[in-house]
């Protein structure tokens, strides 16, 4: 199975982006990576996925590196509402989440 | 609003006595999952249905047992909970087993065993 690696926290001022990376470097050419974020007590919430192109939404920017090992997830301009745990997944293709340990993120007022 | 709801959202059962969790969707998606998340950890995946086919991981402990009736329902039996099952469970839905599929997850129960 394809595992992530992520910094187990970070930081941001309020406004700021928000960069948070993410190493999946057994990633095979046909798995997805999936960007999700849990706030405390409640269930994961979809972020963002790709496949090989960046991708961006109104929530964030996803960059893949052309080797697709790794992947940063992009806040634009970080509010106190993002602080939570981000998880990034690589998904296999039977759609089974293994979800890594995750980076908690807190934004600085 | 198309949603997963998950009932209760607060539940707690007696050591060894049985307990069902129940999720439901209005999303009529064909894949349900169920995860456990303990304290300060990442959610595990259970198991999952796709339509009627149950998969279990190989790592569940037989203790754990799902029921899918019909599409829009799923339920989660734990027959004899331990101390050690206290957490919060997830469910989860997805319209396919692709992999571009992302899986939409409820408020989640959180199961104190007592």
């Known amino acids: 199975d394809a595992k992530t690696t992520q910094p187990p926290s970070m930081d941001c001022a309020e406004g700021r982006a928000a960069n948070l990376p993410c190493n999946h470097s057994t990633i095979s050419g046909n798995e997805y990576v999936y960007w999700y974020r849990q706030i405390h007590s409640q269930g994961p919430q979809y972020i963002i996925h790709?496949?090989?192109n960046n991708e961006t939404n109104e929530m964030a920017s996803l960059i893949i590196t052309e080797d697709r090992k790794s992947s940063t997830l992009i806040l634009p301009h970080a509010t106190l509402r993002d602080t939570a745990v981000y998880y990034c997944?690589?998904?296999?293709?039977?759609?089974?989440?293994?979800f890594g340990t995750g980076t908690s993120l807190t934004v600085i007022p | 609003d198309a949603m997963v709801i998950q009932n209760p959202r607060y539940q707690v059962t007696q050591f060894g006595k049985p307990v069902t969790l129940s999720c439901s969707q209005t999303?009529?998606?064909?894949?349900m999952y169920w995860y456990q998340q303990k304290s300060s950890q990442a959610p595990k995946l259970l198991f999952h249905y796709y339509d009627k086919d149950f998969n279990n991981e190989a790592d569940t402990p037989d203790n754990f047992q799902s029921r899918r009736p019909n599409t829009s329902f799923c339920f989660l039996d734990i027959r004899s909970p331990g101390l050690g099952d206290a957490a919060m469970y997830l469910c989860a839905t997805s319209p396919r087993l692709a992999g571009d599929g992302e899986q939409y997850f409820g408020p989640g129960t959180r199961l104190t065993v007592t």
């Open positions: 999303l009529n998606h064909n894949v």
């Open positions: 790709g496949l090989k």
């Open positions: 997944i690589v998904l296999l293709l039977r759609n089974q989440f293994y």
